[in-house]
C-alpha cells in the first residue's frame, strides 16, 4: 500500500535542490549507533545548551515518511545540509528533519497501527546530552544538545544513527534514510508544504481506521482521498467489510 510516494518525490527534488546550493553540506553511511543513552526524560537547560535546534523563533519542520518503493530511500544514509554542532556551539539553529523509510507488507488492514507504531519511535531514541524539549501536531520539532555532549562530539550524524537503529528495529522496515537541514530558516520552512500534505493524508488515514467514518459527504478529508489511490484502496476495503459484517 503506497501513501507518500508523490510527497516522498517531491520531498526529495526539494532537497536534491538545497544541496546543490547550500554549503555545507555532508553526507555518511551510518555505521553502528554507539553514543551513550540518556535517562528518559533527559533535560537539559538552557544554561547548559550548546546548541538549540528548532526554537520557534528560528523555525522547525520535522515529518517521516514511508514507501514500498525501493527507489525513494537510500538506505543507512545521513545528510546534513547546513552547519552541524561542532560549528555551531552558542547557536540556536532552524531545523529540519526528514525520515524516509523503506517498509515491507504494509496494507489497509494494517498501516493504521505500524504508522502509529512509526510515529512514537522518535520519542524512544534517548541519547545523553540530548533533549527533544517539544513536539507538536504541527510537524514542529524543538531540541537542544547539551555543552557536555557537544565537547565530547555529538553531531547531527550521531542522531541519525540512532534514529536509523530506532525504526530498523520495527520488522515492517527494510531501509532508514535521514535528511536535517539547518542552513537557513527560509531553507526549513520550505519543508512545510510537504509535511502539511503528509499531515492531511495521515489525518485521513486516521479517521477512516479509528472511527471508521465512511461517510465521504461529511468528511473534511474527503479531496485528499480522490488524490491518493492507497487511501481509496483503504476506504474500499474498510467499506467492504463495515457492509459484511
Not at 218 to 239: I, N, P, Y
Request: one cysteine or more; glycine letters at 10%; a negative charge.
Amino acid at each position: 500500500m503506497e501513501l507518500f510516494g508523490e510527497i516522498m518525490a517531491q520531498t526529495r527534488n526539494r532537497l536534491d535542490e538545497l544541496a546543490a546550493r547550500v554549503h555545507p553540506v555532508a553526507s555518511y553511511r551510518a555505521g553502528p549507533h554507539s553514543w551513550p543513552g540518556g535517562v528518559r526524560g533527559n533535560i537539559v537547560l538552557q544554561a547548559d545548551t550548546a546548541v538549540e535546534l528548532g526554537n520557534p523563533r528560528d523555525e522547525s519542520a520535522s515529518f517521516v515518511l514511508w514507501t514500498e518503493n525501493p527507489a525513494l530511500v537510500e538506505s543507512g544514509r545521513i545528510t546534513v545540509v547546513g552547519p552541524d554542532i561542532p560549528e555551531s556551539r552558542g547557536r540556536s539553529l532552524p531545523f529540519g528533519k526528514a525520515v524516509f523509510l523503506l517498509v515491507e507488507g504494509f496494507d489497509a488492514h494494517n498501516c493504521y497501527e505500524h504508522h502509529r507504531e512509526i510515529e512514537l519511535a522518535r520519542y524512544d531514541v534517548s541519547l545523553k546530552g540530548y533533549m527533544m524539549r517539544g513536539v507538536s501536531q504541527y510537524l514542529r520539532e524543538w531540541s537542544r544538545v547539551s555543552r557536555e555532549a557537544a565537547g565530547n562530539g555529538f553531531t547531527l550524524r550521531t542522531l541519525g544513527e540512532a534514529l536509523v537503529e530506532r525504526y530498523m528495529s520495527l520488522d515492517y522496515v527494510a531501509g532508514v534514510e535521514c535528511v536535517f537541514v539547518t542552513s537557513s530558516t527560509a531553507d526549513v520552512r520550505s519543508l512545510q508544504p510537504p509535511g502539511e500534505k503528509a499531515a492531511r493524508l495521515i489525518g485521513a488515514m486516521n479517521r477512516m481506521a479509528s472511527e471508521l467514518s465512511l461517510d465521504c459527504g461529511s468528511c473534511g478529508f474527503s479531496d485528499v482521498c480522490a488524490e491518493v489511490d492507497g487511501l481509496r484502496a483503504m476506504r474500499s476495503t474498510l467499506h467492504g467489510e463495515a457492509e459484511n459484517a
